[in-house]
Nanobody, 124 residues
């Protein structure tokens, strides 16, 4: 199994949109809930969103609800994060990971196989 690979980050003005992708190998991805996390400079890594294997159960942290949408394409072993109405406080490195346990969906300790991350910078 190999780490997922994120892409799609970049520099965008406040109010803009970005779509992040997380491509994983089938053995890493198949059957698992996947999550997106972010880490801003000087801050702890925080939960952003997660999606179940079937795609019917999703969770979001409060600050992104209504603005971000997580989705997945199991045939392509890819998870997406559509980010709209971006704010400067969304600036961070965004990483995806696989949820390997049955613990809380928002805990980073319940995830493994972290990608390297993709930088998202939102200017005001």
């Amino acid at each position: 199994q190999v780490q997922p690979a994120e892409s799609g980050g970049g520099l965008v003005q406040a109010g803009g949109s970005l779509r992040l992708s997380c491509a994983a190998s089938g053995r890493t991805f198949s059957g698992y809930t996947m999550g997106w996390f972010r880490q801003a400079p000087g801050k702890e890594r925080e939960f952003v969103a997660s999606i179940s294997w079937s795609g019917d159960i999703t969770y979001y942290t409060g600050s992104v609800k209504g603005r971000f949408t997580i989705s997945r394409d199991n045939a392509q072993n890819t998870v997406y994060l559509q980010m709209n109405s971006l704010k400067p406080e969304d600036t961070a490195v965004y990483s995806c990971a696989r949820k390997y346990s049955t613990g809380t969906y928002y805990s980073k300790f319940e995830y493994d196989y972290w990608g390297q991350g993709t930088q998202v910078t939102v200017s005001s």
